[in-house]
């Protein structure tokens, strides 16, 4: 895993295991990035 | 202590923050995504969607599905209703219509009923659910039982394991939900599902994965300050 968090200053990304999250200071909160699923089989099938 | 990962509620979040405060300790919650979580205190911080993008999400995505008119059910604790105000906002700004809203206690049995109740009011061509897994699943079985074959939407939070072995696959084949956690998103996150699984025999679900990354951040960022690592330490580093 790449962990590219500079924690020297504020941390303003964090490359974890949803790759590179971007922190929005003015909201105060991580963009995480959504998809419409649908379950197939009892499994969660990405769709778009 | 220098920083405290959790709470899983927003309801426990929301309450516990004025003490976060008076203690200037940084809280993180992978999982509360109440919009007020991060408006409480500065010391309040999270690494998890929040309903105001997710409820935008599910109406947008109800209504690529061509649901014109939605019943709604949830729980009535913070998440679940926000999640439902902002699905509610979300679908009515694509021009969609509200026909049916129920909110019941978790454990209430009457939950399962207003599943039936609301499939049939207005013939709704979609519907929500704002809850977690217990309760989304003995909603599913109710609609399935019915013979309901409009789209049903479920959050991020329901895309976990639970879901299907408390309803069964059948019930829950199907359903839509907004997904914030899946393997084919990246090399990462299909490597934590495969130790995550390896390691506990099941799929991890949103929580976990969100649990993870928060933990990760906070330990890279108490590596970086080692030695000097302290509440305002951590408090600046976010």
New interface residues.
């Given amino acids: 895993m790449n962990r590219s968090a500079r924690v020297s200053d504020e941390i303003r990304s964090f490359d974890g295991i949803f790759g590179k999250l971007k922190f929005d200071p003015a909201s105060r909160e991580w963009e995480f990035k959504l998809l419409h699923g649908v379950i197939e089989n009892g499994t969660t099938k990405v769709i778009n | 202590m220098v920083v405290v990962l959790g709470s899983w509620s927003s309801t426990v979040t929301l309450a516990a923050a004025p003490v976060y405060n008076e203690g200037k300790l940084v809280n993180i919650t992978p999982i509360s995504s109440h919009p007020d979580v991060?408006k409480v205190s500065p010391y309040v911080?999270?690494?998890?969607?929040?309903q105001s993008?997710?409820g935008a999400?599910n109406g947008a995505?109800l209504w690529?599905l061509g649901a014109r008119s939605i019943a709604m059910l949830g729980i009535p604790n913070d998440y679940g209703k926000a999640n439902m105000a902002l699905t509610r906002r979300g679908f009515e700004t694509q021009g969609g219509k509200v026909v049916f809203e129920r909110v019941r206690a978790a454990r209430c049995p009457g939950l399962s009923s207003d599943a039936a109740e609301g499939a049939r009011a207005k013939i709704p061509t979609g519907s929500t659910i704002g809850a977690f897994a217990p309760q989304t699943a003995l909603i599913l079985k109710q609609l399935r039982q019915m013979g309901i074959k409009t789209p049903v939407f479920v959050c991020?939070a329901d895309?976990t394991p639970d879901?299907?072995r408390l309803a069964g696959?059948e019930a829950?084949?199907?359903?839509?939900?907004?997904?914030?956690?899946?393997p084919?998103?990246?090399p990462?996150?299909a490597?934590?599902y495969k130790r995550y699984e390896a390691r506990y025999s099941r799929l991890p679900d949103p929580f976990a994965?969100n649990s993870?990354?928060t933990a990760?951040?906070m330990m890279?960022?108490a590596a970086?300050?080692y030695l000097n690592v302290s509440r305002e330490s951590i408090r600046?580093?976010?």
């Fill in positions: 991060t911080f999270r690494q998890s969607l929040v993008q997710e999400f995505s690529k991020a895309d879901l299907a696959t829950i084949e199907g359903t839509h939900l907004t997904v914030q956690t899946n084919v998103l990246g990462e996150l490597d934590f994965a993870y990354n990760m951040m890279t960022m970086q300050q600046k580093g976010l």
